[in-house]
């Protein structure tokens, strides 16, 4: 009872102190009067507030009171309101609460004070005793008073109807372990009577040592995932810096390769010019004495014709012993023009060191990709286990035609092979399979691939390096007769893997549609059956030294093997 008159003696001072401070406030700055003055209509402003709204009214001849619009002419004199100026004085020394700020009121997000009448002004806290939240001010009695003290307070809530009993409309004190929900006291001792009861401040103590322990095992694997997180961050710096020192030393390499073969080109190109000065000079040398020759025997040939024309007769017999005899040709019997060959033999040394070093550059671009595809990152990605896991790395596939035996046909745009009865017109390539059935895909594989095929009649699937011998019947030809390449066969319910020409048989729901997964810095190769699910043929677990390539080998006519196109 004394709480509830305290509570209604304090709402009555803040209701008097709200009527004194409007009553007291200027109408125009809404701020507590400074020096204030009465117009001639009774209402008081601040001296400065209200010159600067006549002020602003000069012009119009006219002068209004901005409370009750009143109009004076000409401008009024103001006085002084010396009761209003002694009230404020007095007001001053006995301390007159301010007004509280805006943002003390509840908005819709707040929780608002249960007590508070008018615009309510923020909770401070809820008590789960008395059901209600309270501003400071309403606050205080559980602060004060010895009673109140026990009550428990929480932070601001807005479901505190949800701790009253739907049935009993008691506290919810009480909770029961064996149907996992809050209960009030009469609940205890009623339907759940023969329950594992226990107060709901017992079960709350339970419950935080488990969010304790809970929480120690999701920080501490916050602190090994943030340590794995740091370690992949140190390892991207590391190959990030790996990597672009790498691609400056090999630009600074390939660079001095370039400025290295253009010196030889131009090596090459001052000796043919200077074989070429050489050569011209001395076929032009003997040009000229040949027609220095010709022009002598012309001039010879004129005299003697003179002589010849002579009609005096022992002129003629006379002139005749002195002719001086014909010397022989020097020249023309030393001289043996070769075939049109001329430089032709440089072009083609030249083009041999180019094939030479064409042959150089593939064998270190091999090198290089088994190098790289070598890098990997410090955590294993786990295998793919369904098929869209493996469609994530699926690889297309095109076949090469500068691989591909005469007996087989490419069609789909390089994705089908076909084994037909007539040889193809495919020209002459070292990379050409010409004693086998065989074609090898153009792409090379490295990393994490996966692709499909299509058979349908003898078809063998198969996975090989590229040094692969690709001439004649010889078994390092054929695949999976040597350690280059690895080879599935399919047939009925069984198959046959062959690696280096040992054999392993195996049963399995085998489909017209054969996966195949690589994973080749792991060193994994398998092959799957695929249809509705994926069925594990052969698994091979080894080290690859090289990028791999997909093939086939068609056995039997009209046979054939189509590499899908995987969504």
């Known amino acids: 009872m004394a709480q509830q008159r305290h509570l209604e003696r304090t709402e009555m001072e803040q209701q008097e102190n709200q009527l004194a401070r409007q009553m007291l406030s200027c109408w125009i700055c809404v701020d507590p009067l400074k020096d204030p003055v009465t ?22 001849g006219s002068y209004s009171c901005p409370q009750c619009r009143q109009t004076f002419t000409p401008r009024p004199v103001l006085e002084k309101n010396t009761m209003l100026a002694a009230s404020l004085e007095e007001l001053k020394k006995t301390g007159l609460n301010a007004a509280p700020a805006d943002h003390c009121y509840a ?41 109140l003290k026990k009550h428990k307070l929480v932070e601001p809530s807005e479901k505190l109807q949800e701790n009253i009993c739907s049935r009993h409309y008691e506290v919810m004190e009480m909770f029961c372990r064996t149907d996992q929900q809050c209960i009030c006291y009469l609940c205890s001792v009623e339907e759940h009577k023969d329950h594992d009861t226990v107060s709901a401040a017992t079960e709350r103590t339970e419950r935080q040592r488990e969010l304790g322990l809970r929480r120690q095992t999701i920080q501490q694997r916050v602190q090994d995932t943030e340590k794995d997180l740091k370690l992949l961050q140190q390892e991207e710096e590391a190959v990030n810096g790996s990597a672009d020192k790498a691609v400056e030393d090999s630009e600074e390499i390939l660079t001095e390769m370039i400025r290295l073969l253009e010196k030889r080109s131009s090596d090459v190109e001052q000796q043919i010019r200077s074989q070429q000065e050489t050569e011209v000079s001395r076929v032009r040398e003997l040009q000229e004495r040949l027609e220095q020759e010709i022009t002598e025997l012309k001039r010879k040939d004129h005299e003697l014709k003179q002589l010849s024309d002579t009609e005096d007769h022992n002129q003629l017999l006379h002139n005749y012993p002195s002719l001086s005899p014909l010397s022989e040709s020097t020249h023309s019997c030393s001289i043996r023009i070769r075939p049109l060959r001329n430089f032709e033999d440089v072009t083609a040394a030249v083009s041999q060191v180019r094939g030479r070093l064409q042959d150089i550059l593939s064998e270190a671009e091999t090198n290089i990709l088994q190098i790289v595809s070598r890098v990997d990152v410090l955590l294993q990605q786990p295998e793919p286990e369904t098929r869209a ?15 591909v035996n005469r007996v087989l046909l490419l069609s789909e745009g390089n994705r089908k092979v076909t084994r037909v009865s007539q040889h193809q017109s495919y020209s002459d390539h070292p990379d050409r399979f010409t004693g086998y059935p065989q074609v090898l895909s153009r792409e090379s594989l490295t990393g994490r691939c996966y692709w499909e095929v299509k058979v349908k009649g003898g078809v063998r699937v198969a996975v090989t390096y590229k040094n692969i011998i690709r001439a004649g019947h010889l078994f390092q030809c054929k695949f999976g007769f040597k350690d280059k390449s690895w080879l599935l066969i399919c ?47 052969h698994r091979v677990q080894t080290t690859f030294t090289q990028p791999l390539y997909a093939g086939v080998r068609v056995h039997y006519i009209y046979s054939r093997a189509e590499f899908c196109k995987l969504k």
């Open 39 to 60: 117009t001639v209509c009774g209402h008081s402003y601040c001296k400065s507030c209200i010159n600067t709204h006549w002020d602003k009214e000069e012009e119009r």
């Open 107 to 147: 908005g819709p997000e707040d929780v608002a004070c249960d007590v508070c009448t008018g615009r309510k002004l923020k909770a401070l806290k809820s008590c789960l005793v008395c059901l209600a939240s309270f501003c400071e001010k309403h606050l205080q009695p559980h602060l004060q008073s010895a009673a």
């Open 389 to 403: 896991d493996f469609l994530r790395y699926s690889q297309e596939i095109t076949l090469d035609p500068n691989t």
């Open 491 to 537: 047939g009925g319910n069984s198959y046959n893997f062959s690696h280096n020409n040992i054999g392993t048989t195996g049963s399995g729901p085998v489909s017209s549609r054969v996966g195949v997964y690589l994973d080749h810095s792991a060193g994994v190769l398998s092959f799957y059956s695929v249809s509705d699910t994926m069925t594990l043929l």
